[in-house]
């Protein structure tokens, strides 16, 4: 929540108490030396010994509710017919509105199983933007991913308050180009992971859905951050400021055929979900999960996290929740902002970001900028970001790299978990590597995986880059923090 102070200046203040911690250490400068070196330069592979704050993934790292922690308590193990997968389906009726659900043991388990049902080889699947491991799925299933956001999407500085529409005209060609006979489904992410987490509204919403009902193509919603997408609608878009997040969920649910989601991000749980009201999709889901995933009644997750998922549906709603980390992400790219630093703006959901290609302007994107900025900002602070550029796309077929529309350091806030202090904190160090950002040098693969390489590929500095910042940074802080 965001209040006025008697000054005039706006606070995002906590709406929560902490009652758990877990303790943190800053390791030396020369331990984070050691560290990013052994981890190939890719925060990834980095041990939670040596980071002090991290902002790699709001995924399954954000805090869980009393009430989440009091519901695994007594939850049902029973291999089928388990007493939790109802309550799950009561959550989900009264939060999503919809009939047939199936837990999956994460988001990317849920768009296997859409790419199992819906993608094959000549088919195409529109989209706002992709995510790695959406386009990784729909991609092996033989699908090919369209983006079609609007052109200013790609501006990382920007006052466009839904970067994350689809633009009309476009899905209007791709509908008359490819036939809507294939066209599987339209996909709507909320909020874009891969472009800053930026929103769509609901008037776009609806527009995708006027223009694709015709053609009975279905709409579906990636809901992983839908409450945040929810959230930037009640904010951002006229006619909604009084509507509940509750009833704007609904609304979104309303418009789409079906939602799947990262339980890990939505619901603070470990976990994933589908639902819809279409029982074909439904019948079909429920033959390849036994396969892929477990019973349908467990879908692969614990009891105990379905018992959380369903308290955490039911909270994701409440405003409060809704907007805990959006309101501090927003104070995190206001203050990088002040700072002269080149964050992506608006501020969108889960995490702050910066855009490498300005901060490091001197690298080329082959030496992959995102990826040295957030090796470098371990480095100079403890603090663990995510590259989200070239290093998170895979080769092409001919071996090339592709190089990314965008070259984002992303800095993951996940609900109720960092404070401001961490916050300035980290834009403390953002700005003295920015006015050490000659320093930073590129990166290159030794060790590169064909699929997904982000996750494990290692590589190293260029001139041995990390070394020189390193000492730099001693002679400025000495060797202590
Ligand atoms: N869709 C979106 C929009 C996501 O952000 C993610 C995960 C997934 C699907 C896959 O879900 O991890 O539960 O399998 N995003 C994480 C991140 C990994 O760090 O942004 P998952």
């Known amino acids: 929540m965001i209040v006025r102070l008697s000054d005039g200046r706006s606070l995002p203040i906590e709406m ?3 009652r758990i911690v877990q303790k943190t250490t800053l390791p030396p400068i020369s331990q984070r030396l050691t560290a990013i070196e052994e ?11 040596d980071i002090f704050i991290d902002m790699l993934t709001d995924s399954g790292t954000n805090a869980m509710s009393d009430n989440q922690l009091a519901a695994m308590m007594v939850s049902d193990d029973a291999y089928a017919g388990g007493e939790s997968y109802r309550k799950l389906g009561c959550a989900v009726k009264d939060i999503l509105g919809f009939d047939y659900y199936v837990p999956a043991h994460q988001g990317r388990a849920a768009e296997h199983l859409l790419a199992k049902i ?15 491991t959406t386009k ?19 501006e990382t500085t920007s006052d466009n308050p839904f970067k994350g529409n689809i633009d009309l005209d476009k899905l209007k060609e791709v509908i008359k180009r490819y036939g809507p006979e294939n066209i599987p489904f339209v996909r709507l992410e909320a909020t874009t992971n891969l472009i800053g987490g930026q929103p769509f509204s609901m008037a776009n919403l ?11 193509i279905p709409v579906v919603l990636d809901g992983s951050l839908v409450s945040e997408n929810a959230y930037f609608i009640k904010c951002r878009e006229q006619g909604y400021q009084d509507t509940s997040i509750e009833d704007i969920v609904k609304e979104m649910m309303s418009l789409s055929d079906l939602v799947y989601l990262s339980g890990r991000k939505s619901t603070c749980v470990r976990g994933g979900l589908l639902a819809t009201n279409n029982p074909e999709y ?33 909270e994701m709603v409440d405003l409060d929740v809704a907007s805990s980390s959006a309101d501090l992400i927003k104070d995190f790219v206001d203050k990088m902002v002040a700072r002269g630093l080149p964050a992506v703006t608006p501020a969108g959901g889960l995490a702050g970001h910066v855009d490498a290609m300005k901060f490091l302007s001197h690298l080329p994107q082959e030496h992959y900028p995102a990826g040295a ?6 480095l100079v602070s403890g603090v663990r970001s995510m ?23 992303r800095m993951a806030v996940p609900r109720r978990v960092y404070t401001m202090s961490h916050i300035d904190y980290v834009v403390d160090r953002l700005g003295w590597l920015h006015d050490h950002r000659e320093l930073v040098g590129g990166l290159e693969f030794y060790e590169e995986p064909p699929v997904l390489r982000f996750f494990t590929g290692k590589l190293k500095a260029l001139d041995d880059w990390g070394t020189k910042l390193a000492a730099a940074f001693e002679a400025d802080f000495g060797p202590h923090v």
């Open 282 to 314: 439904f019948n079909e889901l429920k033959a390849w999960l036994p396969v892929y995933e477990g019973f349908i009644t467990y879908g692969g997750m614990s009891s105990k996290e379905i018992e959380a998922m369903a308290v955490g549906l039911r």
């Open 136 to 154: 990784a799925h729909f991609e092996m299933g033989g699908a090919r991913v369209l983006e079609i956001f609007h052109d200013d999407a790609m």
């Open 16 to 18: 929560y108490k902490v």
């Open 206 to 216: 609806r527009g995708v859905r006027e223009m694709v009902a015709p053609h009975k």
């Open 387 to 409: 590259e989200r550029g070239t290093i998170s796309m895979d080769r092409d077929e001919q071996g090339n790299d592709v190089l990314s529309d965008l070259e984002l350091c």
């Open 118 to 132: 819906f993608c094959r080889p000549g088919t195409v699947v529109p989209m706002n933007y992709h995510f790695t």
């Open 39 to 49: 981890a190939g330069y890719n925060t990834f592979l980095l041990w939670t010994k």
């Open 373 to 378: 900025l957030a090796a470098a900002l371990f």
